[in-house]
């Protein structure tokens, strides 16, 4: 390591008396790392934008699976096919939460952390409640009308 670089913090620790003598004079390196998920950072900011994103899309979903049901098609394109679109990246926001949440569940034990004002543990929930929606919604349709309209406009929905 260069004397350009930094090193890592040490914590020098005599040997304890009860060693050898030969080790008695050696000293015992030990190098401190900051916690993990403390303090901000990328991780922070991540948690935020994944909680504003998910509380956001909840009821965009909400919004597209009512009209799904009452006209049997999702929200129309809107202009320049903006409503769509925020339809569509909703549906693939609350499916990365609940994703992101049962990856996490099955490696730690737990689910996501609560977030900054507790705002991803609320989107973590809502998203498990959407995901429920939305499969009782889609079977729903697909037992009265037999299909669920892609993701497109077409001659079914907004042709």
Avoid: H, N
């Avoid at 390196?29 to 950072?41: F, L, N, P, S, Y």
């Avoid at 925020?86 to 952390?113: F, Q």
Wanted: with cysteine.
């Amino acid at each position: 390591m260069s004397s350009s670089q930094a090193t890592p913090p040490l914590l020098l620790l005599p040997s304890p008396a009860a060693a050898p003598p030969s080790s008695r004079s050696r000293a015992r390196r030990i190098t401190c790392k900051a916690g993990e998920g403390k303090g901000g950072g990328a991780g922070a900011a991540v948690e935020a934008a994944a909680a504003a994103g998910g509380l956001a899309a909840c009821p965009v979903i909400g919004a597209s699976l009512y009209a799904l049901r009452t006209t049997g098609c999702g929200l129309p394109p809107g202009p320049g096919g903006a409503i769509g679109a925020a339809e569509g990246v909703s549906y693939l926001v609350v499916a990365a939460i609940v994703g992101w949440s049962a990856v996490t569940k099955a490696r730690t034990g737990s689910g996501l952390p609560a977030g900054p004002f507790g705002l991803l543990g609320a989107a973590e929930g809502l998203s498990y409640l959407t995901a429920l929606a939305v499969a009782l919604v889609f079977a729903l349709q697909l037992l009265d009308r037999g299909s669920i309209p892609g993701p497109l406009p077409s001659a079914q929905c907004f042709g």
